[in-house]
C-alpha cells in the first residue's frame, strides 16, 4: 500500500513558478514509478509527467516539455513538479499517482493522491 499526499498548489500569475510536492508513505515507495496527472473543470484527467523508480527516466506530455520538471527523493519518499512558466490553461487539479510502470495512462497507476488545485491567473 502506498498512500500520496500532495502539496504546493495555489494561485499564481502567468508566468508564475510553483513547485508541487508529493509525500508518499510506505516502504515500497522507491519500487515505483511515479507520475503526474492533471484535471481542469470540465475536462479528463490528462496525463502531465512519469518518472522512473531509479529517477533516470522521464517522461512528459507535450504541452508541458520545456516548462515542467519531474523529480524524485527516494530518501524522503517524495516527489516533485517543479513548474514554470505557467499558463491560465495549467490550471487544474494536480494529482500525483503511483504506478509498475513509467506510462500516461491513467489505468496503470494503482495508487492516487487527493489532489492539489494550481490556479493561473492572465
Known amino acids: 500500500q502506498v498512500q500520496l499526499v500532495e502539496s504546493g498548489g495555489g494561485l499564481v500569475q502567468a508566468g508564475g513558478s510553483l513547485r508541487l510536492s508529493c509525500a508518499a508513505s510506505?516502504?515500497?515507495?522507491?519500487?515505483?514509478?511515479m507520475g503526474w496527472f492533471r484535471q481542469a473543470p470540465g475536462k479528463e484527467r490528462e496525463f502531465v509527467a512519469a518518472?522512473?523508480?531509479?529517477?533516470?527516466?522521464?517522461y512528459y506530455a507535450d504541452f508541458v516539455k520545456g516548462r515542467f520538471t519531474i523529480s524524485r527523493d527516494n530518501a524522503k519518499n517524495t516527489v516533485y513538479l517543479q513548474m514554470n512558466s505557467l499558463k491560465p490553461e495549467d490550471t487544474a487539479v494536480y494529482y500525483c499517482?503511483?504506478?509498475?510502470?513509467?506510462?500516461?495512462?491513467?489505468?496503470?497507476?494503482?495508487?492516487w493522491g487527493q489532489g492539489t488545485q494550481v490556479t493561473v491567473s492572465s
Open positions: 499517482a503511483a504506478g509498475r510502470t513509467i506510462v500516461a495512462i491513467i489505468k496503470e497507476y494503482d495508487y
Open positions: 510506505g516502504r515500497t515507495f522507491s519500487s515505483y514509478a
Open positions: 518518472i522512473r523508480w531509479s529517477g533516470s527516466g522521464k
